[in-house]
């Protein structure tokens, strides 16, 4: 019966399926299929580690792709100009890019957005470029030097991440881009991706799109105020220590005496 709700709830509501599945574990944990529920719904909540320990019987540990802790504070919110909106990644095709475009272009908020791109698809940056064109609210720029990103994202409000999930690694992304934005003490605005949003919810950082679509993305840009920017943004200044690479020190230590015989 456990088992059952399990797999009924995964989808709308993962922590009650895990919950669940924990009481199937706790009954009958030698039984595979338990175990494989376990670990999928231990995935499905977020917590890695214990879905290798139950599918895989591995110790393991997560670390995240934190960008190392910037010494910085928030810019001010401008009250009579746009909003500064901010994407930097690979130019790819399977990131739909064209969403972030198509969104500050239709929302009825003033805002802008950059983007930095990495010329990884020439072709797909050209129709990027071409869908720009025809507004003065998106600037297309070169890539930056990683050691300069953060620093200079710092005079932007929003960092921007909606990432379709048209792949596993997609769909579970917790990428570099979301740790730079806090660094840099920005905003963050996010599709539901589910480890994304849960940071974004958990510290109060911005906000999450109903879905991966521009109109779900330009419903969030139309609801945004200077003032609710600002907080999002003091929100990453809190957050800026714990959600930085010096916070994942400790895993790593962990992990190298692990190795080292007693």
């Known amino acids: 019966r456990h088992l059952v709700m399990a797999g009924r709830l995964l989808d709308d509501d993962p922590e009650l399926a895990y919950q669940y599945a924990q009481v199937a574990l706790a009954r009958g944990g030698r039984v595979d299929i338990v175990r494989e529920a376990a670990a999928i719904t231990a995935y499905a909540t977020g917590r ?19 960008a190392p802790f910037a010494e910085l504070e928030p810019t001010p919110v401008p009250d009579d100009g746009p909003l500064r909106l901010v994407h930097a990644g690979a130019a790819l095709r399977n990131r739909h890019l064209e969403t972030l475009v198509e969104a500050t272009v239709a929302t009825s908020t003033e805002a802008t957005l950059d983007l930095f791109l990495v010329p990884n698809d020439p072709g797909y940056l050209a129709e990027l470029r071409a869908l720009a064109a025809g507004s003065d609210r998106v600037r297309l720029h070169d890539a930056l030097p990683y050691a300069e990103l953060v620093h200079w994202h710092n005079d932007f409000d929003l960092g921007v991440h909606v990432l379709p999930p048209v792949s596993f690694n997609n769909a579970w992304a917790l990428p570099n881009k979301f740790f730079d934005f806090v660094q840099a003490r920005l905003g963050v605005v996010v599709g539901p991706s589910p480890e994304m949003a849960r940071l974004v919810r958990e510290h109060g950082l911005g906000a999450v799109a109903e879905d991966f679509s521009a109109k779900a993305l330009t419903a969030v840009l139309d609801g945004l105020t200077p003032e609710g920017v600002a907080g999002w943004k003091r929100a990453s200044h809190t957050a800026a220590r714990q959600l930085s690479a010096d916070a994942q020190v400790e895993v790593w230590r962990d992990a190298s005496r692990a190795l080292v015989p007693r």
């Open 48 to 66: 890695y580690a214990e879905a290798y320990r139950e599918e895989l019987g591995i110790e393991a540990a997560v670390v995240v792709n934190a």
